[in-house]
């Protein structure tokens, strides 16, 4: 694998100084990985960092996010509250729940839109548009654009960095582009999209700046940009030092926290909104590499016995409503033109 030096992917400049070191303790690619932060404007990014060329060799053929059911929706999503939910709050009125009557129903109560409106946003589904289109940047093999398709969505098509995974989106009939998404963004016309969805991408790209100012160009005025991210001011991030699941090295390029979210999307966007996930696989999963690393803790101990049972799952529901959980999803608009 060959690395360079880069500058800072925010503000440009040269001077940064590095602030922990680690490894893939995922996938276990080997080698030392460095993370610095500019002394500049703050922003943490890897540095140096694999060169663009070397970036498709660092993805397994077992990345979760390029098999087959990635970014499939849960089935409650078709439960009758559910359905109710989305044809009165985000405008898809075409949808049958299949268990319509006139008896009284609990589950369509307004009381639970509030928890109904999270888990939607936490899994990046846009308010419908009519004949709208859609991009989703980081496909993957499909799963998401299989679950817009049943949701009603037509003209959607996806970006998709692996080969791999890009065919076997193709293989189902969506129009998938296969290479760097910081390239084939242009081959698309200007205010061409009502909607784009990228989920767990920007970290993975070389600059997410640059990335979302072009990004911005392709989608209407009013135009919906719903992505999710890992944040790194956040309580497992704090806990676990360079075993925090979110760094994911080598893949990671950059390490985002709110602050540099919100300025990512101050020039062309509006409407922000931050929902964060209730993921115990991230506490789990940082907890067991810290024990595997002779530096356990009596945390890691009890993170690594419980990590996914139902306490567990609960106390990872409350840390995210707190917003203290690293994985985020926001959706925004685009901004309309003056």
Not at 19 to 46: M, R, T
């Amino acid at each position: 694998m060959k690395f360079e030096q880069v500058d800072c992917p925010k503000c440009n400049s040269s001077f940064s100084h590095i602030v922990l070191a680690g490894k893939d303790y995922l996938h276990q690619i080997p080698g030392s990985y460095s993370v610095s932060e500019c002394d500049n404007c703050g922003l943490w990014f890897q540095n140096p960092r694999p060169t663009i060329d070397s970036l498709a060799a660092l993805y397994p053929d077992d990345y979760v996010p390029h098999l087959e059911a990635a970014g499939e929706c849960d089935p409650s999503a078709r439960r009758a509250g559910s359905i109710r939910y989305l044809q009165r709050s985000l405008g898809y009125h075409h949808l049958q729940n299949g268990q319509q009557s006139d008896r009284f129903d609990w589950r369509s109560l307004k009381l639970f839109d509030g928890f109904r409106r999270w888990n939607f946003a936490v899994s990046l589904l846009p308010s419908f548009v009519p004949g709208g289109r859609l991009l989703e940047i980081g496909c993957g093999s499909g799963g998401r654009l299989r679950t817009l398709k049943t949701f009603g969505w037509q003209n959607i098509c996806g970006i998709e960095m692996v080969p791999a995974a890009a065919e076997r989106a193709r293989v189902q009939g969506f129009p998938v582009q296969c290479g760097l998404a910081e390239e084939l963004l242009s081959s698309y016309s200007d205010e061409h999209f009502d909607v784009i969805v990228s989920s767990m991408v920007l970290e993975h790209l070389a600059n997410p700046f640059a990335f979302v100012r072009q990004l911005a160009a392709k989608l209407k005025p009013n135009g919906q940009f719903l992505f999710s991210t890992i944040c790194r001011d956040s309580l497992d991030a704090k806990m676990y030092g360079k075993y925090w699941a979110g760094f994911d090295f080598p893949r990671h390029l950059v390490y985002l926290a709110k602050r540099d979210l919100r300025d990512l999307l101050s020039e062309g966007f509006n409407r922000v909104e931050f929902f964060h996930h209730p993921e115990p696989i991230d506490f789990f999963r940082s907890s067991t590499w810290r024990r595997a690393d002779g530096r356990g803790r009596l945390v890691d101990a009890i993170i690594s016995k419980f990590g996914s049972s139902p306490p567990a799952s609960m106390l990872s529901n409350l840390l995210a409503r707190a917003g203290l959980t690293c994985r985020v999803s926001i959706q925004c608009r685009k901004s309309p033109v003056n």
